[in-house]
């Protein structure tokens, strides 16, 4: 599954979602993860609104976004896409955030992870 962060350096989470500029997104399975791309945001946006939905289309590949905060507006245009997001609150790594939802995938796993994860053998094994 795609997972997009904010961050300004690569590694660690460290960014509002409806400020950042730029996305890490990385491809996490349960067993391994790599980096995919940086999406690159532009500001022309005129109001928060825009501002949001610029970032959700731009991100729609993604399955979960996970950011340092959210806010309430943007969480649920996210979710309106079918698209998980993750706050974490302070400064993470980012491979902190990686190693333990590759965890997560490896154990019997959360809903919400479920439909985020795109495989069928792995849907019917959480489904069980």
Not at 18 to 27: E, I, L, P, Q, T
Not at 29 to 41: A, H, L, M, Q
């Amino acid at each position: 599954m795609k997972v997009a962060f904010t961050t300004s350096n690569g590694a660690v989470i460290d960014e509002n979602f409806r400020k950042a500029s730029s996305y890490s997104v990385w491809d996490i399975g349960p067993e391994e993860s790599y980096y995919v791309t940086t999406v690159f945001i532009r500001e022309d946006a005129v109001n928060e609104d825009d501002k949001i939905n610029a970032r959700v289309e731009a991100l729609k590949e993604c399955a979960i976004v996970c950011a340092k905060e959210i806010n309430g507006p943007a969480a649920a245009k996210l979710v309106s896409r079918h698209i998980h997001p993750m706050k974490t609150g302070s400064r993470v790594a980012v491979g902190t955030i990686i190693d333990q939802l590759q965890d997560v995938l490896r154990s019997s796993s959360a809903p919400w992870i479920c439909k985020a994860h795109y495989t069928e053998n792995f849907l019917e094994e959480c489904i069980q």
